[in-house]
């Protein structure tokens, strides 16, 4: 099993930026990809940045420029770097790892608000 803790989400204003963090633990060695995921209430939870073991990084279109996925290996963290945020980026943010099996990891969840 892997659990994954995130935190770094909260309130901020646009055109702002914020760093979520990722950390896992347990069999961390089986995960292959790691990403971050966010949900608005009532939608359905829309990937925002994949990144793979072999460091090639997927960006939804509409956080491209904006948004930074990167690892630390040492820590088995990773992070979300979001910068120029706009209102649009409100939702709940949730890390998201893919082990051998294939098995699916899923962070509690973090709030970001974007709001003047």
């Known amino acids: 099993q892997v659990q994954l803790v995130e935190s770094g989400g909260g309130l901020v204003q646009p055109g702002g930026s914020l760093r979520l963090s990722c950390a896992a633990s347990g069999r961390t060695f089986t995960i292959y990809s790691m990403g971050w995921y966010r949900q608005v209430a009532g939608n359905q939870r829309e990937l925002v940045a994949r990144l793979t073991l072999g460091g090639s990084a997927d960006y939804v279109d509409s956080v491209k420029g904006r948004f930074t996925i990167s690892r630390d290996n040492a820590k088995d963290t990773w992070y979300l770097q979001m910068d120029s945020l706009t209102f649009e980026d409100t939702a709940t943010y949730y890390c998201?790892?893919?082990?051998?099996?294939?098995?699916?990891?899923w962070g509690q969840g973090t709030q970001v608000t974007v709001s003047s």
């Open positions: 998201n790892a893919v082990a051998y099996g294939p098995l699916t990891f």
